[in-house]
């Protein structure tokens, strides 16, 4: 190494007003998702970037216009070091006409210490300030000994999970650093799976039969999809408020693990029975569970709920779990991550965050959903650790303090420097 830690911290404060330009610049490419297919050319600006550090480059299509951007840069003795992954999503969270933006979301404003425009907490600050992290590197002459993988991934904000991708593609490494908003705390997450629940009558009514399948004598086996639903929707709420009394999770508000009635469709018009209804639930689970044992658990309760019911019982409910995107099959899956506080990975990352940021590193556990999971999924240990405060993230006006996102950018640094210049036990 030619230049010592202090010295390459010291190159990030004196150097802070590129960082500042460089996520600028990336809020300046309109990555709204929805719509999404919107991100190439900011992807392939991310790739120049990262190609002018000595990266290697792997750039392919998830969808036609949402490429996901590998940068490799190989150790100098890999197979003796530890290797990271830093992971961030370049989509950003959709805009809707007439929000009240300053300068719009998408022409950033430098102002009073905070950068305001879309995205800039969730999440082009974190990528700002880990690209920036290679610059410093590059200009100093850094050589790591390990391996470090630079990813930005797209579809994040609708379920399209770019970083399973990543994963898929084979990707892997000693640890992953999601660099989403996390307000500078090392945290998991508690996973979500979204699900269809669809009632459908094997036949279909004229509303003029009702009287003759609700009344003594009627003698039409029948029933409205819609009420059939209803009593799904009770049994969901019954076993909501269940989890809520015997689960928990350290670090987790008690009841977060909750069951959301979000849409619902269903009946033709007002001159049928309801024949078909959907609903799309949000199943939200603690860091310790998988999405299989929930689903199974909602499956069986239901069941239970429709063997009690004369009709549910010969036309059960039918379920659909998960996605691959909100806007082509309307499911998604977060899958949950679990921080290990005793991971030499997370260990070092809260001593840099100690020594660099002189705060008190903070373990927990994110109210919301990264691609986090996505790692744990892939058994590479992982934490999510970036700028930006949630309460800004997807807000309008969306901003992130300059001080914090140097902060982050001088942890990550030095964590970098450290982890991958670690031998592997
Ligand atoms: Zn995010």
């Known amino acids: 190494m030619t230049a010592d830690l202090d010295q390459l911290l010291a190159a990030v404060e004196a150097r802070q007003g590129e960082i500042v330009d460089l996520l600028c610049r990336l809020v300046s490419f309109e990555t709204p998702a929805p719509p999404a297919r919107n991100t190439a050319e900011a992807q392939q600006f991310v790739a ?44 950003v969270a959709a805009v809707e006409p007439g929000e009240a933006w300053e300068t719009g979301p998408f022409r950033p404003i430098v102002r009073d210490g905070v950068i305001i425009g ?19 590197m590059a200009d100093h002459g850094v050589a790591l000994p390990g391996d470090l993988i630079f990813q930005s991934v797209i579809g994040e904000e609708v379920g399209e999970a770019g970083t399973l991708q990543c994963c898929e593609r084979g990707y892997t490494a000693d640890m ?22 669809t009632v459908k009558s094997p036949q279909t009514f004229h509303d003029g039969t009702r009287g003759h399948m609700i009344h003594a004598g009627g003698g039409v086996f029948g029933a409205s999809a819609i009420e059939k639903m209803a009593k799904i929707i009770q049994g969901l709420g019954e076993l909501e408020r269940h989890w809520a009394v015997t689960k928990q999770y350290p670090g987790c508000p008690l009841g977060s693990t909750t069951i959301n009635p979000a849409v619902i469709e269903g009946g033709r018009h007002a001159a049928f029975i309801a024949d078909e209804c959907r609903l799309w639930i949000t199943v939200h689970y603690y860091p310790n569970e ?16 429709a063997s009690g019911d004369p009709w549910l019982r010969v036309n059960p409910p039918t379920f659909v779990w998960g996605g691959t995107s909100m ?36 373990v927990d556990v994110s109210p919301t959903v990264t691609d986090g999971g996505w ?51």
């Open 375 to 425: 790692f744990g999924d892939a058994g590479i240990p992982a934490v999510i650790y970036g700028p930006g405060e949630l309460r800004h993230a997807h807000s309008v006006n969306e901003q992130v303090s300059i001080d914090q996102l140097v902060t982050f950018t001088k942890v990550l640094l030095a964590f970098v420097l450290n982890w991958t210049s670690t031998r592997k036990q």
């Open 290 to 305: 998988n999405f299989a044992d929930v689903i199974r658990e909602i499956e069986e309760h239901i069941g239970g709920v």
């Open 176 to 197: 992953a650093v999601v660099v989403d908003t996390s307000d500078l705390h090392i945290q998991g997450q508690g996973g979500v799976i979204t699900g269809w629940i």
């Open 48 to 91: 120049q970037y990262l190609r002018e550090l000595g990266a290697e480059i792997d750039i392919w299509d998830v969808h036609p216009g949402d490429p996901n951007v590998v940068g490799i840069l190989r150790g100098s003795d890999a197979g003796a070091h530890h290797s990271l992954i830093i992971n961030g999503h370049v989509d």
């Open 327 to 362: 806007i082509i099959d309307r499911g998604e899956i977060f899958p949950a991550l679990e921080v290990d506080p005793a991971h030499p990975g997370t260990i070092l990352l809260a001593t840099m965050h100690e020594r660099v940021a002189a705060q008190k590193a903070i």
């Open 118 to 136: 879309r995205g800039t907490a969730d999440m082009k600050g974190g990528l700002a300030g880990a690209l920036f992290v290679l610059r410093i």
